[in-house]
T-cell receptor, first 113, second 113 residues
């Protein structure tokens, strides 16, 4: 079956450190992966996405790594700032599923000043 | 910057009552979605909508649920007879071409008493 899960439900880091948030997925047919950030009381906000024909994609201060061999996805945030404190969700998609996203449980990132 | 809007921000209703949650997607987007998030849990896909019809729905989206795009700008989710377990945050999302990033609204918190 399909499932997306997160290894760590909470992550606490010091301001300025790099953060790594991990995600596992089980559906080999998934070909699109996306990270969302959700601040308290708000809707999910797009961070970065990656397609299965890539293994790395970089954005501003963020990098997503995809390891299809072990069905693992990670989000790296460089120089973590207090404004990065939020819950981070990974989600997977598949063209055969009409573009719906299947979401993981979420990891809460707390940035300590 | 265009954004998805949702109204109301909070809806309180009695069990068995009908509710309509409203969304205004981003104007040039073609794909529309409803998701829900029970407090502290992951985001769950409900339904996707394209070309004025449902393209996919989840097991959650039973006969009590319906969606409509009545006037080319609004996208509504109706729950005919609410149950206690329908209490959740309901997020509307839209996407320009589907499969790409989905832009989420701020959500409607539905409380069923």
């Amino acid at each position: 079956g399909e499932s997306v899960g997160l290894h760590l439900p909470t992550l606490s880091v010091q301001e300025g450190d790099n953060s790594i948030i991990n995600c596992a997925y089980s559906n080999s047919a998934s070909d699109y992966f996306i990270w969302y950030k959700q601040e308290s009381g708000k809707g999910p906000q797009f961070i970065i996405d990656i397609r299965s024909n890539m293994d790395k994609r970089q954005g501003q201060r963020v990098t997503v790594l995809l390891n299809k061999t072990v069905k693992h996805l990670s989000l790296q945030i460089a120089a973590t700032q207090p404004g990065d404190s939020a819950v981070y969700f990974c989600a997977e998609g598949n063209a055969g599923n009409n573009r719906k996203l299947i979401w993981g449980l979420g990891t809460s990132l707390a940035v300590n000043p | 910057e265009p954004e998805v809007t949702q109204t109301p921000s909070h809806q309180v209703t009695q069990m068995g009552q009908e509710v309509i949650l409203r969304c205004v997607p981003i104007s040039n987007h073609l794909y529309f979605y409803w998701y829900r998030q029970i407090l502290g849990q992951k985001v769950e896909f409900l339904v996707s909508f394209y070309n004025n019809e449902i393209s996919e729905k989840s097991e959650i989206f039973d006969d009590q649920f319906s969606v409509e795009r009545p006037d080319g700008s609004n996208f509504t989710l109706k729950i005919r007879s609410t149950k206690l377990e329908d209490s959740a945050m309901y997020f509307c999302a839209s996407s320009p071409r589907g499969y790409n990033e989905q832009f989420f609204g701020p959500g409607t918190r539905l409380t069923v008493l």
